[in-house]
């Protein structure tokens, strides 16, 4: 499995071997001993699988309130997806910065965003089918979210809000600067 690090202390991006043959292929997508090599402590208690049919579906950028903050395993079985992490952490060197990670069925990549950071992501292809795992249950009151287009985030998503599909829900999500952050940065984890 190949491990990337990236600016942003704590987020990681995970390929998995893919062993082909005349079949098709194999993958160990997730393997509990080998992430707790990079990422310790982890418990994963629900698998989430989502479907955007056009490219420009932007889900984002949300994240879950304490007490049921989530931390992501996210990646991309069928199209294409640019894949966003915000840093959420207060007293984060890189706090309200970003990384930006293309995930695909055909680069096979995984992105791991802890809690504390909001996440979202854009269709590149039709029919996108996103998986991931995460660290907490669905806790619709700690639902939450910050605008994707904020231009306080600076985010280069390929699509406009004009251009690209949202839920209603996503359509009025908070801008950045009206939000007081519950996380805080463990210079230590
Ligand atoms: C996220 C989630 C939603 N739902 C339900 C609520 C709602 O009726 C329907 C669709 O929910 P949403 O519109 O919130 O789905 P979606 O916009 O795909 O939400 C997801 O977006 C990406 C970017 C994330 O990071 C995820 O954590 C999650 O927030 O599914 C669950 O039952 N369990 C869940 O874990």
């Not at 009206?178 to 996380?183: A, G």
Request: with cysteine.
């Amino acid at each position: 499995m190949k491990v990337e690090e990236f600016p942003i202390k704590g987020l990681y991006a995970f390929t998995p071997k893919q062993f082909g043959d005349g079949r098709g292929f194999f993958s160990e997508t997730f393997n509990a001993r080998a992430f707790e090599e990079v990422v310790p402590g982890i418990t994963f208690v629900q698998d989430n699988h989502s479907l955007s049919r056009d490219p420009g579906v932007i889900r984002g950028l949300h994240f879950q309130n304490p007490p049921h903050a989530q931390g992501k395993l996210v990646r991309v079985t069928r199209g294409r997806v640019l894949d966003v992490a915000v840093d959420l952490r207060k007293g984060s060197p890189t706090y309200g910065s970003h990384v930006a990670v293309e995930l695909s069925a055909e680069n096979w990549k995984q992105f791991w965003v802890p809690a504390g950071f909001a996440h979202g992501f854009c269709t590149l292809e039709p029919d996108t089918e996103f998986l991931y795992k995460v660290t907490d249950y669905y806790a619709p009151d700690c639902d939450s979210g910050i605008a994707f287009d904020d231009p306080d985030l600076g985010i280069d998503w390929p699509f406009d809000r004009a251009s690209a599909t949202l839920s209603g829900k996503d359509a009025v999500l908070q801008p950045f600067r009206e939000f007081d952050s519950p996380f805080t940065y463990d210079d230590k984890a």
